[in-house]
């Protein structure tokens, strides 16, 4: 058996990335032969990601790129287990090396991207595995944006500090740096305001139809609770019995003790208001949830659409807002919360059964 040495073990090391034991065990099953070693590390990456995939990944990263003329931009989720691997020089390495690459080949989608060729000649999904194998925790890319003007425009966007939040946002109409600097500021609206729609035109019937609903039954359901030593209570009534009442109170459920209740009224408006009262209540709904027609962060006596018309003045030229993406890191996935003492209890086997 050929002997391994130190400067072999370092040079698999430095080519894979894989742990010098892992290395050193490599070289040892294959005589030595750098290909044959390379071939049983991605099979025990293969392995270890089949046995990690479970595990929920909800920490990581966001990366974003933009190319200079401001007309080519890309957002890319990498997750890891937890935010001390999302801090490691490989995961940063491979979440840079993906943004790059999205940006690059224009993958149709995740499952086209998985596929793509990468690094070394591995294909993207082989690369992640060889970094479970690595970094020791389940990885996944789990969604990007990609976005490439098609005419007169820019991409404008914002990475937070953290580098766990992430929006660009297209503006048609002009590239002229004026054109650039307002997408940038719509970029970081975006990430600040979140907001799921860009005009109102957008909101589709079954979300207003829900939203009318939840508005009148605001309207029919209104109380208002005289509670004793204590100041009144206002909110849409949902349920009651022999001890409390729950009532919805800003967005939240809360308890009122009905022996602490002095009185109850209902406050109702004549029926024959209803419509103008919700025509009111939808217009906030957009002013929430539209980004044109958001309250700018900056200022709040303008609009979104306010702060576009001016820039366009200010051009010359009539300018829109095109694609909109915001990628927060974990949004949307539900964290699994461990008990720690149990899983070193668990690892040292001393756990009781």
């Not at 109102?200 to 939840?214: F, G, M, T, Y």
């Not at 103008?276 to 949830?289: D, H």
């Amino acid at each position: 058996m050929a002997e391994i040495s130190a400067a072999m073990v370092k040079e698999l090391r430095e080519k894979t990335g894989a742990g010098m034991m892992d290395c050193k065990k490599a070289l040892t099953e294959s005589g030595g032969d750098f290909v044959k070693a390379e071939e049983w590390l991605r099979k025990k990456g293969a392995a270890s990601a089949g046995k990690k995939a479970t595990r929920v990944a909800a920490e990581g990263l966001v990366g974003l790129l933009v190319s200079a003329d401001s007309t080519l931009g890309a957002i890319v989720e990498v997750n890891a287990e937890t935010d001390f691997v999302a801090r490691n020089a490989e995961f940063v390495k491979l979440t840079e090396g993906l943004t790059k690459h999205v940006s690059q080949h224009n993958p149709a989608d995740l499952d086209a991207l998985l596929a793509q060729t990468f690094e070394g000649g591995k294909s993207v999904k082989e690369a992640i595995t060889e970094k479970i194998a690595t970094i020791g925790e389940n990885l996944t890319v789990r969604r990007f944006a990609r976005f490439q003007v098609d005419g007169k425009g820019a991409i404008g966007s914002y990475l937070h500090s953290n580098n766990r939040v992430a929006a660009m946002v297209e503006v048609l109409g002009s590239d002229s740096a004026d054109a650039k600097a307002l997408a940038t500021e719509l970029a970081m609206q975006t990430a600040a305001m979140k907001p799921p729609f860009v005009t109102r035109e957008q909101v589709s019937s079954d979300v207003l139809d829900r939203e009318k609903a939840a508005f009148r039954d605001e309207l029919a359901n209104t109380w208002k609770f005289t509670i004793k030593d204590g100041p009144a209570r206002t909110g849409i009534f949902r349920s009651e019995d022999a001890e409390k009442v729950m009532v919805e109170i800003s967005g939240k459920l809360e308890k009122v003790p009905l022996s602490q209740i002095v009185k109850r009224e209902q406050i109702t408006k004549p029926e024959a208001m209803w419509d103008k009262i919700i025509a009111g209540k939808l217009e906030k709904f957009y002013e929430n949830n539209c980004l044109v027609d958001q309250l700018w962060v900056k200022d709040d006596s303008k609009k979104i659409k306010d702060v576009i018309a001016e820039a366009g003045k200010k051009i010359g030229a009539t300018l829109t807002v095109g694609r909109v993406a915001r990628i927060e890191v974990g949004e949307g996935i539900e964290k699994v919360k461990g008990d720690l003492a149990a899983d070193v209890a668990a690892t040292l086997g001393t756990g009781k059964a």
